[in-house]
């Protein structure tokens, strides 16, 4: 599975989400500026073909900075695993760089507890279509 870049790859993340409704969407926050979210994209792809019904994604706040609105990421990177189906994030908040990491996390599933902030609604904004359908 690849990683996916809103800025460029929109039309397959909307394919994506549609065709892996049982998957997660995996988003990493982050910023071109920061050297920790740099390190971390080698790791993103990596397990991303480790996990291929899910579909990660590779968003540059800054460079969606008008599209996600009135977002405020504290700490880089961020992270967000939600079902693709809907519903509230299995995991919202700061995640170091460190592929066991994720790994785990993943593999828990549901309902690990990030930082309490509350989540955009990325999947409302990669597939806003979809989402309506599934409503």
Same mark, same amino acid.
């Given at each position: &599975? ?5 800025? %460029?790859?929109?039309?397959? @993340? ?9 998957? %997660?969407?995996?988003?990493? /926050?982050?910023?071109?500026?920061c050297g920790t979210c ?6 993103? +792809? ?11 994604v590779w968003i540059d706040i800054e460079t969606h ?5 009135? @977002?405020? @990421? +504290?700490?880089?990177?961020?992270? &967000?695993?939600?079902? @693709? ?9 700061? /995640? ?5 990491? /994720?790994?785990? !996390? !993943? +593999?828990?599933? %549901? ?6 902030? +509350? ?6 904004? !990669?597939?806003?279509?979809? !989402?309506? %359908?599934?409503?």
């Open positions: &599975m690849t990683v996916y870049f809103p800025e %460029r790859d929109g039309a397959a @993340i909307a394919v994506a989400l549609q065709s892996q409704s049982a998957g %997660r969407l995996v988003a990493c /926050l982050c910023a071109a500026w740099n390190t971390y994209q080698a790791v993103w +792809e990596q397990l991303a073909s480790q996990h291929p019904g899910d579909c990660f900075a008008d599209a996600l609105g009135d @977002i405020d @990421i +504290e700490n880089f990177p961020t992270v &967000m695993v939600q079902p @693709i189906a809907g519903g509230p994030p299995d995991f919202y908040g700061t /995640l170091l760089p460190h592929a066991a990491t /994720l790994q785990k !996390l !993943l +593999e828990k599933g %549901r309902a690990m507890p990030g930082d309490g902030d +509350e989540a955009p609604d990325l999947l409302a904004w !990669l597939n806003p279509s979809a !989402l309506a %359908r599934s409503q």
